[in-house]
Protein backbone atom coordinates (compact mmCIF):
# COMPACT_ATOMS: atom_id res chain seq x y z
CA UNK A 1 0.00 0.00 0.00
CA UNK A 2 3.02 1.89 0.55
CA UNK A 3 4.43 1.27 -2.54
CA UNK A 4 0.99 2.52 -3.84
CA UNK A 5 0.99 5.78 -2.44
CA UNK A 6 4.48 6.91 -3.64
CA UNK A 7 4.06 5.72 -7.20
CA UNK A 8 0.46 8.06 -7.49
CA UNK A 9 1.08 10.60 -4.93
CA UNK A 10 2.65 13.05 -7.88
CA UNK A 11 0.28 11.82 -10.35
CA UNK A 12 -2.82 12.86 -7.61
CA UNK A 13 -1.19 15.86 -6.44
CA UNK A 14 -1.34 16.96 -10.70
CA UNK A 15 -4.88 15.67 -11.00
CA UNK A 16 -5.69 17.91 -7.44
CA UNK A 17 -4.02 20.90 -9.26
CA UNK A 18 -5.96 20.84 -12.41
CA UNK A 19 -9.29 19.75 -10.88
CA UNK A 20 -9.40 23.16 -8.73
CA UNK A 21 -8.08 25.11 -11.19
CA UNK A 22 -11.06 23.86 -13.80
CA UNK A 23 -13.81 24.30 -10.87
CA UNK A 24 -12.44 28.06 -10.16
CA UNK A 25 -13.02 28.55 -13.96
CA UNK A 26 -15.90 26.43 -14.08
CA UNK A 27 -17.85 27.05 -11.39
CA UNK A 28 -20.25 29.82 -12.29
CA UNK A 29 -20.96 27.44 -15.43
CA UNK A 30 -21.40 24.58 -13.14
CA UNK A 31 -23.94 25.95 -11.16
CA UNK A 32 -25.59 28.49 -14.11
CA UNK A 33 -26.66 26.34 -16.81
CA UNK A 34 -26.67 27.82 -20.08
CA UNK A 35 -28.80 27.29 -23.28
CA UNK A 36 -27.18 29.08 -26.08
CA UNK A 37 -26.65 28.31 -29.82
CA UNK A 38 -26.90 24.82 -30.84
CA UNK A 39 -27.76 23.52 -27.58
CA UNK A 40 -31.01 24.50 -27.76
CA UNK A 41 -31.90 20.95 -29.84
CA UNK A 42 -33.30 18.36 -27.65
CA UNK A 43 -32.13 15.28 -30.96
CA UNK A 44 -28.67 15.87 -32.30
CA UNK A 45 -27.69 12.51 -33.47
CA UNK A 46 -28.61 12.53 -37.10
CA UNK A 47 -27.45 15.96 -37.47
CA UNK A 48 -24.03 14.90 -35.70
CA UNK A 49 -23.74 12.47 -38.16
CA UNK A 50 -24.18 14.43 -41.16
CA UNK A 51 -21.24 16.44 -39.42
CA UNK A 52 -18.96 13.32 -39.89
CA UNK A 53 -18.78 12.86 -35.55
CA UNK A 54 -20.96 9.64 -35.33
CA UNK A 55 -18.51 8.94 -32.34
CA UNK A 56 -20.25 11.25 -30.09
CA UNK A 57 -23.63 10.40 -31.45
CA UNK A 58 -23.17 6.65 -30.57
CA UNK A 59 -22.10 7.98 -27.22
CA UNK A 60 -24.92 10.07 -26.80
CA UNK A 61 -27.01 7.76 -27.66
CA UNK A 62 -26.19 4.41 -25.46
CA UNK A 63 -23.86 5.84 -22.89
CA UNK A 64 -24.71 10.01 -21.86
CA UNK A 65 -27.75 11.60 -22.46
CA UNK A 66 -28.85 13.74 -25.39
CA UNK A 67 -28.88 16.88 -25.53
CA UNK A 68 -27.23 17.79 -22.35
CA UNK A 69 -27.22 17.10 -18.37
CA UNK A 70 -27.17 20.30 -16.45
CA UNK A 71 -23.97 20.25 -14.48
CA UNK A 72 -22.89 16.65 -15.34
CA UNK A 73 -22.04 17.00 -18.65
CA UNK A 74 -19.46 20.14 -17.97
CA UNK A 75 -18.40 18.41 -14.34
CA UNK A 76 -17.44 15.03 -16.63
CA UNK A 77 -15.91 17.05 -18.77
CA UNK A 78 -13.69 19.04 -16.30
CA UNK A 79 -12.60 15.27 -14.80
CA UNK A 80 -11.82 14.34 -17.88
CA UNK A 81 -9.01 17.46 -18.60
CA UNK A 82 -8.29 17.22 -15.47
CA UNK A 83 -6.73 13.46 -16.13
CA UNK A 84 -5.58 14.59 -19.76
CA UNK A 85 -3.33 17.07 -17.72
CA UNK A 86 -1.69 14.20 -15.49
CA UNK A 87 -1.40 11.89 -19.16
CA UNK A 88 0.45 14.78 -20.82
CA UNK A 89 2.68 16.17 -17.85
CA UNK A 90 3.78 11.93 -17.75
CA UNK A 91 3.93 11.92 -21.93
CA UNK A 92 6.37 15.16 -21.52
CA UNK A 93 8.10 13.70 -18.48
CA UNK A 94 7.36 16.86 -16.36
CA UNK A 95 8.64 17.18 -13.34
CA UNK A 96 6.58 17.53 -10.57
CA UNK A 97 6.42 21.69 -10.04
CA UNK A 98 6.71 22.12 -13.52
CA UNK A 99 3.55 19.62 -13.84
CA UNK A 100 1.82 21.27 -11.62
CA UNK A 101 2.32 24.27 -13.61
CA UNK A 102 1.91 23.08 -17.15
CA UNK A 103 -1.77 21.55 -15.20
CA UNK A 104 -3.06 25.09 -14.35
CA UNK A 105 -2.30 26.46 -17.30
CA UNK A 106 -3.79 23.63 -19.29
CA UNK A 107 -7.47 23.98 -17.52
CA UNK A 108 -7.24 27.60 -17.17
CA UNK A 109 -6.75 28.87 -20.90
CA UNK A 110 -9.85 30.04 -22.03
CA UNK A 111 -9.92 28.62 -25.80
CA UNK A 112 -11.67 25.61 -24.09
CA UNK A 113 -14.09 27.31 -22.88
CA UNK A 114 -15.21 28.49 -26.32
CA UNK A 115 -16.24 24.74 -26.84
CA UNK A 116 -17.37 24.05 -23.59
CA UNK A 117 -20.21 26.72 -24.21
CA UNK A 118 -21.40 24.00 -26.54
CA UNK A 119 -22.46 21.75 -23.52
CA UNK A 120 -24.60 19.06 -26.00
CA UNK A 121 -20.49 18.05 -26.56
CA UNK A 122 -18.92 18.62 -23.23
CA UNK A 123 -18.84 14.86 -22.12
CA UNK A 124 -17.94 13.75 -25.26
CA UNK A 125 -14.99 16.37 -25.92
CA UNK A 126 -13.88 15.65 -22.70
CA UNK A 127 -13.33 11.92 -22.75
CA UNK A 128 -11.82 12.19 -26.61
CA UNK A 129 -9.29 14.55 -25.34
CA UNK A 130 -8.22 11.70 -22.64
CA UNK A 131 -8.41 9.17 -24.80
CA UNK A 132 -5.86 11.25 -27.45
CA UNK A 133 -3.95 11.92 -24.70
CA UNK A 134 -3.30 8.42 -23.38
CA UNK A 135 -3.05 7.23 -27.03
CA UNK A 136 0.34 8.74 -27.17
CA UNK A 137 1.56 7.26 -23.85
CA UNK A 138 0.89 4.07 -25.79
CA UNK A 139 2.55 4.76 -29.03
CA UNK A 140 5.37 5.81 -26.81
CA UNK A 141 5.77 2.13 -25.96
CA UNK A 142 6.71 1.38 -29.29
CA UNK A 143 5.78 -1.83 -31.56
CA UNK A 144 3.19 -2.88 -33.95
CA UNK A 145 0.61 -3.61 -31.48
CA UNK A 146 0.70 -0.51 -29.83
CA UNK A 147 0.98 1.50 -32.88
CA UNK A 148 -2.69 -0.37 -33.79
CA UNK A 149 -4.01 0.50 -30.76
CA UNK A 150 -3.01 4.22 -31.25
CA UNK A 151 -4.75 4.11 -34.87
CA UNK A 152 -8.11 2.28 -33.39
CA UNK A 153 -8.12 4.98 -30.49
CA UNK A 154 -7.55 8.12 -32.64
CA UNK A 155 -10.52 6.67 -35.03
CA UNK A 156 -12.70 7.45 -31.94
CA UNK A 157 -11.21 10.74 -31.25
CA UNK A 158 -11.64 12.26 -34.65
CA UNK A 159 -15.19 10.64 -34.67
CA UNK A 160 -16.14 12.81 -31.82
CA UNK A 161 -14.21 15.64 -32.58
CA UNK A 162 -12.00 16.06 -35.84
CA UNK A 163 -10.16 18.95 -34.84
CA UNK A 164 -8.24 16.67 -32.59
CA UNK A 165 -6.84 15.37 -35.53
CA UNK A 166 -3.42 16.98 -35.02
CA UNK A 167 -2.96 16.87 -31.00
CA UNK A 168 -0.94 13.88 -31.29
CA UNK A 169 1.69 15.44 -33.37
CA UNK A 170 1.54 18.78 -31.66
CA UNK A 171 2.29 16.32 -28.31
CA UNK A 172 5.32 15.22 -29.97
CA UNK A 173 7.14 17.96 -31.57
CA UNK A 174 5.95 19.37 -27.74
CA UNK A 175 8.03 16.31 -26.35
CA UNK A 176 11.10 17.49 -28.33
CA UNK A 177 11.00 20.81 -27.54
CA UNK A 178 10.94 20.12 -23.60
CA UNK A 179 14.31 17.51 -24.47
CA UNK A 180 16.29 19.84 -26.53
CA UNK A 181 15.13 22.80 -24.16
CA UNK A 182 16.94 20.03 -21.36
CA UNK A 183 20.20 19.67 -23.72
CA UNK A 184 19.47 16.76 -25.64
CA UNK A 185 19.67 17.36 -29.66
CA UNK A 186 17.06 15.00 -31.01
CA UNK A 187 16.32 16.40 -34.63
CA UNK A 188 16.58 12.55 -36.14
CA UNK A 189 14.43 11.26 -33.22
CA UNK A 190 11.86 14.21 -33.91
CA UNK A 191 11.83 14.00 -37.53
CA UNK A 192 11.30 9.62 -37.02
CA UNK A 193 8.60 10.62 -34.72
CA UNK A 194 6.99 13.44 -36.75
CA UNK A 195 7.08 10.94 -39.68
CA UNK A 196 5.55 7.82 -37.65
CA UNK A 197 3.46 9.91 -35.62
CA UNK A 198 1.98 11.46 -39.26
CA UNK A 199 1.67 8.27 -40.73
CA UNK A 200 -0.19 6.40 -37.72
CA UNK A 201 -2.93 9.14 -38.08
CA UNK A 202 -3.45 9.12 -41.51
CA UNK A 203 -4.10 5.35 -41.32
CA UNK A 204 -6.90 6.82 -38.71
CA UNK A 205 -8.10 9.47 -40.99
CA UNK A 206 -8.54 6.75 -43.88
CA UNK A 207 -10.54 4.57 -41.23
CA UNK A 208 -12.57 7.20 -40.16
CA UNK A 209 -13.77 8.45 -43.56
CA UNK A 210 -14.51 5.13 -44.53
CA UNK A 211 -16.67 4.29 -41.76
CA UNK A 212 -18.08 8.09 -41.80
CA UNK A 213 -19.26 7.14 -45.33
CA UNK A 214 -21.03 3.69 -44.36
CA UNK A 215 -23.21 5.54 -41.04
CA UNK A 216 -24.20 8.21 -43.87
CA UNK A 217 -24.88 5.97 -46.29
CA UNK A 218 -27.23 3.72 -43.42
CA UNK A 219 -29.40 6.60 -42.73
CA UNK A 220 -29.16 8.17 -46.24
CA UNK A 221 -27.58 11.29 -45.29
CA UNK A 222 -25.14 13.09 -48.67
CA UNK A 223 -21.64 12.37 -48.43
CA UNK A 224 -20.27 15.58 -48.10
CA UNK A 225 -17.34 16.55 -45.81
CA UNK A 226 -18.27 18.95 -42.48
CA UNK A 227 -14.81 20.93 -43.78
CA UNK A 228 -15.03 20.69 -47.11
CA UNK A 229 -17.09 24.19 -47.10
CA UNK A 230 -14.48 25.27 -45.48
CA UNK A 231 -11.26 24.90 -47.69
CA UNK A 232 -10.71 28.35 -49.39
CA UNK A 233 -7.32 26.71 -51.65
CA UNK A 234 -9.06 27.00 -55.11
CA UNK A 235 -11.72 29.11 -54.03
CA UNK A 236 -10.06 32.34 -53.78
CA UNK A 237 -6.11 33.13 -55.15
CA UNK A 238 -3.45 31.43 -53.66
CA UNK A 239 -1.94 34.56 -52.15
CA UNK A 240 -5.07 35.54 -51.20
CA UNK A 241 -5.30 32.70 -49.09
CA UNK A 242 -2.01 32.36 -47.83
CA UNK A 243 -1.91 36.09 -46.73
CA UNK A 244 -5.46 34.84 -44.95
CA UNK A 245 -4.13 32.94 -43.07
CA UNK A 246 -1.18 34.67 -42.01
CA UNK A 247 -3.07 37.67 -40.74
CA UNK A 248 -5.75 34.96 -39.00
CA UNK A 249 -2.58 34.09 -36.61
CA UNK A 250 -1.13 36.93 -36.11
CA UNK A 251 -4.11 38.99 -35.64
CA UNK A 252 -6.45 37.05 -34.04
CA UNK A 253 -4.11 35.09 -31.83
CA UNK A 254 -1.49 37.16 -30.97
CA UNK A 255 -2.62 41.08 -31.95
CA UNK A 256 -6.22 41.89 -31.20
CA UNK A 257 -7.26 38.44 -30.10
CA UNK A 258 -10.71 36.23 -28.58
CA UNK A 259 -11.47 37.27 -25.62
CA UNK A 260 -9.19 35.55 -22.87
CA UNK A 261 -6.56 34.83 -25.45
CA UNK A 262 -4.56 37.79 -24.13
CA UNK A 263 -1.93 35.69 -23.17
CA UNK A 264 -1.06 33.73 -25.57
CA UNK A 265 1.90 36.07 -26.82
CA UNK A 266 3.52 34.35 -24.22
CA UNK A 267 3.76 31.09 -25.55
CA UNK A 268 6.35 33.22 -28.17
CA UNK A 269 8.42 34.69 -25.76
CA UNK A 270 8.92 30.73 -23.58
CA UNK A 271 9.84 29.77 -27.46
CA UNK A 272 12.21 32.88 -27.13
CA UNK A 273 13.57 31.75 -23.68
CA UNK A 274 14.33 28.13 -24.91
CA UNK A 275 16.14 29.31 -28.23
CA UNK A 276 18.26 31.39 -26.32
CA UNK A 277 19.20 29.10 -23.60
CA UNK A 278 20.09 26.51 -26.42
CA UNK A 279 22.81 28.83 -28.11
CA UNK A 280 25.30 27.79 -25.35
CA UNK A 281 25.51 24.50 -27.24
CA UNK A 282 26.81 25.94 -30.55
CA UNK A 283 24.97 26.71 -34.37
CA UNK A 284 23.79 23.45 -34.99
CA UNK A 285 22.00 22.74 -31.76
CA UNK A 286 20.32 26.38 -32.17
CA UNK A 287 19.62 25.27 -35.46
CA UNK A 288 17.76 22.13 -34.26
CA UNK A 289 16.44 24.17 -31.09
CA UNK A 290 14.78 26.60 -33.88
CA UNK A 291 13.41 24.22 -35.96
CA UNK A 292 11.28 22.41 -33.39
CA UNK A 293 10.17 26.01 -31.46
CA UNK A 294 8.70 27.46 -35.55
CA UNK A 295 7.00 23.80 -35.29
CA UNK A 296 5.75 24.13 -32.13
CA UNK A 297 4.53 27.82 -32.77
CA UNK A 298 2.13 27.06 -36.45
CA UNK A 299 0.86 23.49 -34.59
CA UNK A 300 -2.35 25.27 -33.69
CA UNK A 301 -2.80 26.81 -36.83
CA UNK A 302 -2.51 23.57 -38.73
CA UNK A 303 -5.78 22.66 -40.17
CA UNK A 304 -6.03 26.84 -40.92
CA UNK A 305 -2.94 26.15 -43.35
CA UNK A 306 -4.42 22.96 -44.53
CA UNK A 307 -8.19 24.59 -45.76
CA UNK A 308 -6.84 28.24 -46.22
CA UNK A 309 -8.73 29.57 -44.29
CA UNK A 310 -9.49 31.37 -40.29
CA UNK A 311 -11.77 29.14 -38.44
CA UNK A 312 -13.53 29.63 -34.82
CA UNK A 313 -11.67 29.82 -31.21
CA UNK A 314 -13.40 26.38 -30.66
CA UNK A 315 -11.50 24.35 -33.35
CA UNK A 316 -7.90 25.70 -32.21
CA UNK A 317 -7.98 22.54 -30.09
CA UNK A 318 -3.92 22.89 -29.44
CA UNK A 319 -3.85 26.73 -28.04
CA UNK A 320 -3.79 25.12 -24.45
CA UNK A 321 -1.53 22.51 -24.69
CA UNK A 322 0.93 24.63 -26.70
CA UNK A 323 0.45 27.49 -24.01
CA UNK A 324 0.92 25.59 -20.99
CA UNK A 325 3.85 23.28 -22.52
CA UNK A 326 5.74 26.70 -23.16
CA UNK A 327 5.14 28.13 -20.30
CA UNK A 328 6.07 25.05 -18.17
CA UNK A 329 9.09 24.16 -20.40
CA UNK A 330 10.57 28.05 -20.80
CA UNK A 331 10.10 28.72 -16.81
CA UNK A 332 12.24 26.37 -16.31
CA UNK A 333 15.20 29.12 -16.39
CA UNK A 334 13.59 30.33 -13.43
CA UNK A 335 15.92 28.91 -10.48
CA UNK A 336 13.51 29.29 -7.16
CA UNK A 337 10.28 27.17 -7.91
CA UNK A 338 8.50 29.37 -6.25
CA UNK A 339 8.43 31.78 -8.88
CA UNK A 340 7.16 29.51 -11.34
CA UNK A 341 4.53 28.27 -9.02
CA UNK A 342 3.80 32.15 -7.91
CA UNK A 343 3.75 32.91 -11.99
CA UNK A 344 1.79 30.27 -13.13
CA UNK A 345 -0.80 31.11 -10.22
CA UNK A 346 -1.16 34.74 -11.77
CA UNK A 347 -1.60 33.06 -15.08
CA UNK A 348 -4.39 30.50 -14.26
CA UNK A 349 -6.22 32.89 -12.16
CA UNK A 350 -6.24 35.61 -15.04
CA UNK A 351 -7.67 32.68 -17.57
CA UNK A 352 -10.14 31.98 -14.45
CA UNK A 353 -11.57 34.98 -14.49
CA UNK A 354 -11.74 35.33 -18.07
CA UNK A 355 -13.71 31.92 -18.39
CA UNK A 356 -15.98 33.22 -15.62
CA UNK A 357 -17.05 36.34 -17.40
CA UNK A 358 -17.53 34.61 -20.69
CA UNK A 359 -19.82 32.17 -18.78
CA UNK A 360 -21.73 34.86 -17.42
CA UNK A 361 -22.18 36.85 -20.22
CA UNK A 362 -24.33 33.57 -21.16
CA UNK A 363 -26.08 33.68 -18.27
CA UNK A 364 -27.16 37.52 -18.87
CA UNK A 365 -28.26 36.55 -22.75
CA UNK A 366 -30.39 33.88 -21.71
CA UNK A 367 -32.16 35.76 -19.23
CA UNK A 368 -32.63 37.78 -22.08
CA UNK A 369 -33.88 35.14 -24.03
CA UNK A 370 -36.11 34.22 -21.33
CA UNK A 371 -37.88 37.51 -20.62
CA UNK A 372 -38.72 37.90 -23.89
CA UNK A 373 -39.91 35.23 -24.68
CA UNK A 374 -42.34 34.23 -21.87
CA UNK A 375 -43.78 38.42 -23.14
CA UNK A 376 -44.61 37.18 -26.14
CA UNK A 377 -45.87 34.10 -25.20
CA UNK A 378 -48.21 35.75 -22.73
CA UNK A 379 -49.68 37.84 -25.46
CA UNK A 380 -50.03 35.32 -27.69
CA UNK A 381 -52.25 33.09 -25.14
CA UNK A 382 -54.37 36.50 -24.58
CA UNK A 383 -54.71 37.17 -28.55
CA UNK A 384 -55.53 33.68 -29.17
CA UNK A 385 -56.41 31.76 -25.96
CA UNK A 386 -56.70 28.36 -28.19
CA UNK A 387 -52.87 28.30 -28.26
CA UNK A 388 -52.99 26.99 -24.72
CA UNK A 389 -54.93 24.20 -25.37
CA UNK A 390 -52.77 22.68 -28.34
CA UNK A 391 -49.40 22.61 -30.49
CA UNK A 392 -49.51 26.03 -32.10
CA UNK A 393 -47.16 26.61 -35.70
CA UNK A 394 -45.96 29.76 -34.60
CA UNK A 395 -43.58 31.89 -36.96
CA UNK A 396 -40.39 34.29 -35.83
CA UNK A 397 -40.22 36.73 -38.59
CA UNK A 398 -36.95 39.10 -37.94
CA UNK A 399 -34.00 39.55 -34.95
CA UNK A 400 -33.85 42.20 -32.25
CA UNK A 401 -30.63 44.68 -31.53
CA UNK A 402 -30.37 43.51 -27.50
CA UNK A 403 -27.73 45.14 -25.87
CA UNK A 404 -25.94 42.84 -23.08
CA UNK A 405 -23.55 44.69 -21.15
CA UNK A 406 -21.20 42.13 -20.08
CA UNK A 407 -20.94 40.58 -23.96
CA UNK A 408 -16.90 41.08 -24.35
CA UNK A 409 -15.00 42.17 -27.42
CA UNK A 410 -14.03 38.91 -29.37
CA UNK A 411 -16.35 36.75 -27.20
CA UNK A 412 -17.68 34.75 -30.43
CA UNK A 413 -20.62 32.84 -29.58
CA UNK A 414 -21.00 34.14 -25.98
CA UNK A 415 -23.81 36.43 -24.69
CA UNK A 416 -25.80 36.39 -28.09
CA UNK A 417 -29.41 35.88 -27.36
CA UNK A 418 -31.42 33.56 -29.50
CA UNK A 419 -33.57 36.80 -30.73
CA UNK A 420 -30.54 38.61 -31.97
CA UNK A 421 -29.83 35.38 -34.11
CA UNK A 422 -32.69 35.68 -36.59
CA UNK A 423 -33.53 32.40 -36.87
CA UNK A 424 -37.43 31.04 -35.95
CA UNK A 425 -36.44 27.91 -35.82
CA UNK A 426 -33.72 28.57 -32.69
CA UNK A 427 -36.39 31.17 -31.10
CA UNK A 428 -38.88 27.69 -31.01
CA UNK A 429 -36.65 25.39 -29.92
CA UNK A 430 -35.97 27.16 -26.78
CA UNK A 431 -39.72 28.30 -26.10
CA UNK A 432 -40.75 24.53 -26.50
CA UNK A 433 -37.47 22.72 -25.18
CA UNK A 434 -37.95 24.58 -21.94
CA UNK A 435 -41.32 24.53 -21.53
CA UNK A 436 -42.95 27.59 -22.14
CA UNK A 437 -45.19 26.70 -25.00
CA UNK A 438 -45.95 23.60 -26.89
CA UNK A 439 -45.29 25.34 -30.30
CA UNK A 440 -44.62 23.98 -33.64
CA UNK A 441 -41.39 25.36 -35.46
CA UNK A 442 -42.05 27.02 -39.35
CA UNK A 443 -39.46 27.41 -41.89
CA UNK A 444 -39.24 30.42 -44.05
CA UNK A 445 -40.24 28.15 -46.68
CA UNK A 446 -43.33 27.10 -44.95
CA UNK A 447 -44.67 31.03 -44.96
CA UNK A 448 -47.11 31.30 -47.65
CA UNK A 449 -47.99 34.47 -49.67
CA UNK A 450 -50.49 35.79 -47.54
CA UNK A 451 -48.58 35.42 -44.88
CA UNK A 452 -45.73 37.40 -46.51
CA UNK A 453 -47.98 39.78 -47.33
CA UNK A 454 -50.07 40.33 -43.68
CA UNK A 455 -45.89 40.59 -42.02
CA UNK A 456 -44.99 43.60 -44.36
CA UNK A 457 -48.14 45.74 -42.73
CA UNK A 458 -47.54 44.43 -39.76
CA UNK A 459 -46.37 46.71 -36.75
CA UNK A 460 -42.95 45.64 -34.87
CA UNK A 461 -42.89 43.66 -31.15
CA UNK A 462 -43.51 44.62 -28.76
CA UNK A 463 -46.31 47.25 -30.57
CA UNK A 464 -49.97 46.36 -29.98
CA UNK A 465 -50.11 43.69 -33.60
CA UNK A 466 -46.88 42.52 -33.68
CA UNK A 467 -48.61 39.15 -32.98
CA UNK A 468 -51.29 37.85 -35.57
CA UNK A 469 -52.57 34.51 -36.93
CA UNK A 470 -52.58 33.74 -40.61
CA UNK A 471 -53.87 30.82 -42.01
CA UNK A 472 -53.39 28.84 -38.86
CA UNK A 473 -50.22 30.25 -38.06
CA UNK A 474 -49.18 32.71 -36.16
CA UNK A 475 -46.20 35.17 -37.21
CA UNK A 476 -44.28 37.08 -34.79
CA UNK A 477 -42.53 40.35 -35.94
CA UNK A 478 -39.91 40.92 -34.43
CA UNK A 479 -38.14 43.42 -36.87
CA UNK A 480 -38.93 44.93 -40.35
Same mark, same amino acid.
Given at each position: ?16 C ?9 ? *? ?13 M????? +?I????W ?17 F?LA ?31 V ?8 ? $??S????T ?6 F?? %? ?22 ? !? ?10 ? +???T ?9 G ?29 K? *????Y? !? ?11 W ?6 ? %?AI???K ?18 L ?5 A ?9 G? @? ?19 N???G?G ?6 S?? &??? *??A??S ?6 ? @? ?9 L??L ?18 ? #? ?14 Y &?? #?? @?? $? ?8 L &???N ?16 R???D?V ?5 N????? !????? &? ?6 Q?K??V ?19 ? @????
Open positions: MKDFKQKYYEQFLIFLALFFSLIAYG *FSLSNHTISIDVDVDNYLH +TDLGRGHAILKRFVFHEPWVPFSFALLCMSFSAVVISKYLKLNIINSLVFSSLFTFPQMAYQL $QFNQAEVGLALLCS %ASLLIYSSGGIKNYAYFILINIFV !ISVYQSFVFLPV +TLVLLHLKMVSDKNTINEWVKDSVTISILTTISVCFYFLISQ *FKSYH !INDVSYFSNLIAGKIGFFD %AGVFFIIYQCYLVTWYGFNLYFTAIAVIILIKSVKFI @KYFITTAIISFSVIISPFILILISTPARTLQM &PLV *FATMIGMQCFK @KEEAKLFFALISSGCSYVNILFYSDYISENQ #TKIISESIIYDMNHS &PE #TT @KS $QTPVFFYGK &PLKPWKPNGADEFGISFYEGYSRGNYIKTGMAD !ILQVS &PTDINENKQLSMPVYPDKGYIKKVDDKVLV @KLSE
